[in-house]
């Protein structure tokens, strides 16, 4: 018998933020502390029940890979900022593997921009952020979590997986493993990476939304930033919507076969990408053509219809959560 009170011990706020990257076991959560199952609506995934009411919908993921350092946004460190060009005390860097920076003098580097309390509860953000400020009591900000990953890539690993090593499945994997989605014409876990100023990529690799051990069907499907989103969905020269809705039969037809000889679950992928992709051919250019946000609202998000920018996927991210998408990163 599970002894309740000590699971509840375990699952602290750092334990909890951990396990939910790790599986939508999770999800049982609510019942344990509850201490009764409320029935929810069900889902079209694996969780086809749910312990309590499902309150959100959709999950928008900001991956900010490039972006500024928490300890210069929303995380301030009061003893950082009073060492600033101070050696690195070497109790903090002992034993560490520290990459680049193997050999060369470690200073305390604090932050460029003084911090600023807002909102009723007086929370301390950069002063370089005022309109998110002005909402800061909307927003939940955690401050306890921790890692032990010193570079970039480890670190995105452990925040989209909850391991530092490549393998496990990405957050969105495992939410529309556990959920399914409500889009019908659009993949359930789509990803929309940006391009800097000088047109650069964002800094992060495809592992960082990978389904891991999980069927390939549940990877985040990559929209480009600039050009065809999706590579592939223009029909060739003479080649009709029917003549392809053939093709795209024939093959499932084919791949069905195999499948009831083998019985390999990738074929089941591949038979669901092919239907999927035949979808998006319509879905996709609808889903691009934001003409019709109008200008107002263009400028609210500070983009020109695709330009690849940050600002330009946060605007395609709603649309896509407006379409049923799970989950967007």
Wanted: glycine fraction near 10%; charged fraction near 15%.
């Amino acid at each position: 018998m599970i002894n309740e009170t000590h699971l509840q011990q375990q699952l602290r706020r750092r334990a909890f933020l951990t396990r939910a990257v790790q599986g939508p076991g999770i999800a049982a959560l609510g019942s344990l502390m509850a201490g009764e199952t409320v029935r929810a609506d069900a889902t079209s995934g694996v969780l086809r029940e749910l312990p309590l009411p499902q309150k959100a919908k959709r999950i928008i993921w900001l991956t900010m890979a490039g972006g500024p350092s928490q300890l210069e946004t929303f995380d301030p460190k009061p003893k950082l900022a009073e060492m600033h060009g101070q050696p690195m005390p070497e109790s903090l860097t002992k034993g560490q593997q520290l990459a680049q920076l193997q050999g060369r003098p470690l200073v305390c580097f604090g932050p460029q921009h003084p911090f600023e309390k807002f909102g009723e509860s007086q929370i301390e953000i950069c002063s370089l952020f005022p309109h998110i400020g002005s909402v800061i009591q909307d927003i939940c900000l955690i401050r306890s979590m921790t890692t032990e990953a010193i570079n970039h890539d480890p670190a995105h690993m452990f925040m989209n997986t909850g391991s530092q090593i490549a393998g496990r499945p990405s957050m969105g994997s495992w939410v529309t493993y556990g959920l399914g989605s409500d889009a019908v014409d659009l993949p359930g876990f789509v990803v929309l990476t940006s391009l800097g100023r000088g047109g650069q990529n964002q800094p992060i690799a495809a592992r960082q939304w990978s389904s891991g051990f999980l069927p390939s069907r549940f990877q985040g499907v990559q929209l480009r930033s600039k050009g065809d989103p999706v590579l592939y969905l223009t029909n060739p020269p003479g080649i009709t919507a029917d003549q392809q809705q053939a093709d795209v039969d024939a093959i499932n037809a084919l791949n069905r076969h195999h499948l009831s000889v083998v019985g390999d679950t990738e074929i089941s992928t591949r038979i669901a990408q092919y239907e999927m992709a035949f979808q998006m051919q319509a879905s996709i250019p609808e889903l691009m053509d934001v003409n019709g946000e109008g200008a107002p609202t263009l400028e609210l998000y500070g983009c020109q219809p695709g330009d690849g920018s940050f600002a330009a996927n946060c605007l395609l991210a709603r649309r896509l959560a407006e379409r049923g998408v799970r989950f967007i990163q």
